[in-house]
């Protein structure tokens, strides 16, 4: 059982940046693939970015290329999602999941955090 927890959300001005945190507690949760994903209101929930648990090899959304970046820290078990010249359209609730097999961009992760809010006004 692993249990995420999202930090660093919060409202900022278009062009801005933000840094969300993901902690994961439980056992060998540094052995966990692991990924971020956003959903806004009326919408579905939509792959960000993920990092593998063994080489840290990336995989982005797209939209995510060259201003986002997602990394880890496994002596504290935390994963960041580092994300510049946001944008309006980023304001989201953003997600961490968490999975023993590598999943990239599907949504069918074991585990989910509650997420945090990002508002990105104009």
């Known amino acids: 059982q692993v249990q995420l927890v999202e930090s660093g959300g919060g409202l900022v001005e278009a062009g801005g940046s933000l840094r969300l945190s993901c902690a994961a507690s439980?056992?060998?949760?540094?052995?966990?693939?692991m990924a971020w994903f956003r959903q806004a209101p009326g919408k579905e929930r939509e792959f960000v970015a993920a990092?593998?648990?063994?080489?840290?090899?990336?995989y982005y959304a797209d939209f995510a290329k060259g201003r986002v970046s997602i990394s880890r820290d496994n002596a504290k078990n935390t994963v960041y999602l580092q994300m510049n010249n946001l944008k309006p359209e980023d304001t989201a609730v953003y997600y961490c999941?968490?999975?023993?097999?590598?999943?990239?961009?599907?949504?069918?992760?074991?585990?989910w955090g509650q997420g945090t809010q990002v508002t990105v006004s104009s």
């Open positions: 999941a968490a999975d023993r097999l590598y999943k990239g961009a599907h949504t069918n992760y074991d585990y």
């Open positions: 439980g056992r060998t949760s540094s052995s966990y693939n």
């Open positions: 990092i593998m648990s063994s080489v840290g090899s990336t």
